[in-house]
Every structure is written in structure tokens, then in C-alpha cells.
């Protein structure tokens, strides 16, 4: 696609439940990054991906955070058992080889209730 | 904490006046880049800055690096009301990206 597709736009979920972000970089790029970004506030580094290896997973809040990344190009977050502090906007980025900018989908805003 | 860390945290100008903002780092960087995001979600890329380039500039943005005091500032020059929205500096530190909290502008007509 023309640019970075991430999906659902919204979700709603319980407390407890797992929930699957998705990320679909621009075509050719080898960098893909999560971030999340509560009301107001900046962005937090979750992850970031070279390829389909991660270097840093330092930015991941909990072990109920995981991504991966197949093929080179989409990637996927999870979040096992959501808590209501988990409620952000996740965002994900993609660059051509890293190192340059950063192009960004719209977003997921995740509401847990 | 924070790599990047903009100030001020929020700022009010007339239109027509120049909006300077600026951002101070930790780490040694590859780059530095400075993003907009308007209300909702999307952040579009302004302007990357090379740790060896000093100045550079695109269209009423200038964007300033000095790698001694590991900081960097962004002028807006003759703001408009559409400029209003948060900014944001990224320090590229050359393994991930890292945002810093953002400048909250407000341009008023």
C-alpha cells in the first residue's frame, strides 16, 4: 500500500482478554517500530524490528507484551490478559532501512474496560 | 528517563510571530528528527538532521544541532493557525528511535 496500515482503528475489550494489534509497513521497508502514546502524552518505545529479528525489546512493559514480525513485513503486538493501564493509542512506524524517518499508520486506540 | 526532552512544554503565539522550540538529549546520536501530530494519531516527519550537519532548513522550518550541548531547537518562522499542534523531537541513537515528551503549540488567529 501507499502507506502504513495498522488494524482495528478502535478496540474495545474487557479486562483479562488478549488483544492483537496488526501493522502493515510500506513495501520495501526493513525497519518497523510499536510505540504507545497514553492521552497527552509522548510516545514510549515498545519494539523495534530489523527485518524480522528484534534487537531491543527493552521498551516491552511486561511479559504480557510479545511481536513479531514475519516474512519482513507485517508485524503483530499482543497483549495477554489487557489491564486498564494498557489503554493507549499504539502506534507503529516503518523506515527504509532504519536510520532515516519514519513514516506512521493512524494508530489503534485500545480502550480495556 | 527520558533520551529527548523538548521544552517548552506547551507555548501560545499570534500568528504571523516565529515559535522556537528545543530539544535536549543524553546519548550520542546518528540523527535527530523533529514530527508533528496534529489531534488524533498520526505523527508526519518534519526535518532529519545528521549528527555532523549543524543547520538546515525546509520551507519556514529551521532546525539547529549542536552535538557539544547535545541539543537541537526548531524555529517556525511566520506561524500560521494550521501550524498548531504538538511537535516532537526523535533522537535516532543508533539502534531505535526514541521520542521525546513534545512542545504543545498553539497559533491564535
Known amino acids: 500500500g501507499a502507506g502504513v496500515s495498522q488494524s482495528p482503528s478502535n478496540k474495545v475489550t474487557e479486562k483479562g482478554k488478549d488483544v492483537e494489534l496488526r501493522c502493515d509497513p510500506i513495501?520495501?521497508?526493513?525497519?518497523l517500530y510499536w510505540y504507545r502514546q497514553s492521552l497527552g502524552q509522548g510516545l514510549e518505545f515498545l519494539i523495534y524490528?530489523?527485518?524480522?529479528?528484534?534487537?531491543?525489546k527493552s521498551g516491552l512493559p511486561s511479559d504480557r507484551f510479545s511481536a513479531e514480525r514475519t516474512g519482513g513485513s507485517v508485524s503483530t503486538l499482543t497483549i495477554q490478559r489487557t489491564q486498564q493501564e494498557d489503554s493507549a493509542v499504539y502506534l507503529c512506524?516503518?523506515?527504509?532501512?532504519?536510520?532515516?524517518?519514519?513514516?506512521f499508520g493512524s494508530g489503534t486506540q485500545l480502550s480495556v474496560l | 528517563s527520558q533520551q529527548g526532552e523538548e521544552d517548552p512544554q506547551a507555548l501560545s503565539i499570534q500568528e504571523g510571530e516565529n515559535a522556537t522550540m528545543n530539544c535536549s538529549y543524553k546519548?550520542?546520536?546518528?540523527?535527530l528528527q523533529w514530527y508533528r501530530q496534529n489531534s488524533g494519531r498520526g505523527l508526519v516527519h518534519l526535518i532529519l538532521?545528521?549528527?555532523?550537519?549543524r543547520e538546515k532548513h525546509s520551507g519556514r522550518l529551521r532546525v539547529t544541532l549542536d552535538t557539544s550541548k547535545k541539543s537541537s531547537s526548531l524555529l517556525i518562522t511566520a506561524s500560521r493557525a494550521a501550524d498548531t499542534a504538538s511537535y516532537f523531537c526523535?533522537?535516532?541513537?543508533?539502534?531505535?528511535?526514541?521520542f521525546g515528551p513534545g512542545t504543545s503549540l498553539s497559533v491564535i488567529p
Open positions: 546519548t550520542s546520536i546518528n540523527n
Open positions: 526523535a533522537t535516532d541513537t543508533y539502534d531505535k528511535v526514541i
Open positions: 513495501s520495501g521497508h526493513t525497519a
Open positions: 538532521i545528521r549528527s555532523n550537519e
Open positions: 512506524a516503518s523506515s527504509f532501512q532504519g536510520n532515516e524517518e519514519l513514516f
Open positions: 524490528f530489523q527485518g524480522n529479528s528484534a534487537p531491543d
